[in-house]
C-alpha cells in the first residue's frame, strides 16, 4: 500500500498541482462529450485517493468513491465527501452494486493491483448497460522509475496490452489514446536522470513543485492536448487514457 507520506503528498498538491488539474480538465471533457449536459449521473471513483477528483465529479450527480487506504478516506472525509469506503474491488460481491453506475473512472489505479483482468470484470459487473469506463493508466514499460516504485506500481502498460485487457474483461473500445505528450521528452530524460543518478534507499515520487507560472503553463499544454485527444488518436505520450463501454456480445 502507498505510504502514507506520499499520500498526505498528494492531498497537500492535488488541488493546484498541473498534473491532476489536467486530468480532471479532461474527464470534465469527456463526461460533455458523451453524457451532454446530464447532472443527475451515478458515478463511481476507483481508487479515488485523497478526493479531489471524487469531489470535482459530485456536479455531475452522485459518486462514490472507493480506495484501499483508510488515510486517503480520512483525507476524502475532510473535503466533504461522505459516501467513500475503504474498499478493494477486486474482493467486492458484484451483486451488491451490479448495473449501479452511469459512469466508473479509474484514474492512475490500475496498475497498482496484481489482478488488473479481475479488478475490470467488477468494474464490469458494477456498470450499468449503457455506462462508460474511463481509464487512465502510466505508458511505456521503459519509463519504469524510482517514482513507479514509491507508489507501488505493478506495471505501466503498451496501448495494444490496455485495449486486449479491457477486450478479455468484456469491453469495447469506444476510444483511446495517449495523452501527456507535449513534455514527454523531458519526463522521460527527467526519469532516466533518476534512474542512472538518482536512486535513493526509499523511492519517492517525482512530483516537483513548480512555479506558478510554469504550472499555469503546463495546465493550459494539458488543455490543448485534451482539444486535440478529442478530435484525433495522439500517438504518443506518457499516459494512455481509455474509453470503454460494456460488451454486449
Known amino acids: 500500500m502507498v505510504t502514507s ?15 491532476h488539474i489536467g486530468k480532471r480538465y479532461l474527464v ?12 443527475n449521473l451515478n458515478i463511481l471513483d476507483v481508487g479515488c485517493g485523497t478526493g479531489a477528483l ?33 474498499q478493494d474491488v477486486s474482493k467486492l460481491e458484484g451483486e451488491k452494486h451490479a448495473r ?9 489505479v490500475l496498475e497498482h493491483v496484481q489482478d ?11 456498470l450499468s448497460d449503457d455506462g462508460l469506463f474511463f481509464v487512465n ?22 496501448r495494444l496490452e490496455l485495449t486486449k485487457k479491457l477486450n478479455d474483461a468484456g469491453f469495447k473500445i469506444v476510444s483511446n489514446s495517449y495523452f501527456v505528450t507535449v513534455i514527454s521528452p523531458l519526463i522521460i530524460l527527467y526519469r532516466a536522470w533518476g534512474n542512472i543518478f538518482g536512486k535513493s534507499a526509499y523511492p ?31 500517438p504518443f505520450g506518457v499516459t494512455l487514457n481509455v474509453v470503454a463501454r460494456k460488451n454486449k456480445v
Open 5 to 19: 507520506k506520499e499520500i498526505e503528498k498528494m492531498a497537500s498538491m492535488e488541488d493546484e498541482y498541473w498534473w
Open 28 to 39: 470534465n471533457s469527456l463526461i460533455e462529450r458523451h453524457f451532454g449536459n446530464k447532472k
Open 54 to 86: 471524487a469531489h470535482f465529479l459530485t456536479k455531475f450527480g452522485d459518486v462514490t468513491g472507493f480506495d484501499m487506504s483508510p488515510d486517503a478516506i480520512e483525507f476524502c472525509k475532510h473535503k466533504g465527501l461522505s459516501n467513500v469506503f475503504v
Open 100 to 108: 449501479k453506475f452511469n459512469l466508473i473512472v479509474a484514474l492512475d
Open 116 to 126: 488488473d483482468i479481475l479488478v475490470m470484470q467488477k468494474i464490469r459487473e458494477m
Open 137 to 158: 493508466v502510466p505508458a511505456h514499460k521503459f519509463l519504469w522509475s524510482e517514482h513507479d516504485e514509491a507508489l507501488e506500481h505493478k506495471r505501466r502498460y503498451h
Open 204 to 234: 519517492k515520487t517525482s512530483y516537483v513543485l513548480l512555479p506558478k507560472m510554469l504550472n499555469d503553463f503546463l495546465v493550459t499544454l494539458l488543455k490543448i492536448e485534451t482539444w486535440i485527444l478529442l478530435k484525433t488518436f495522439i
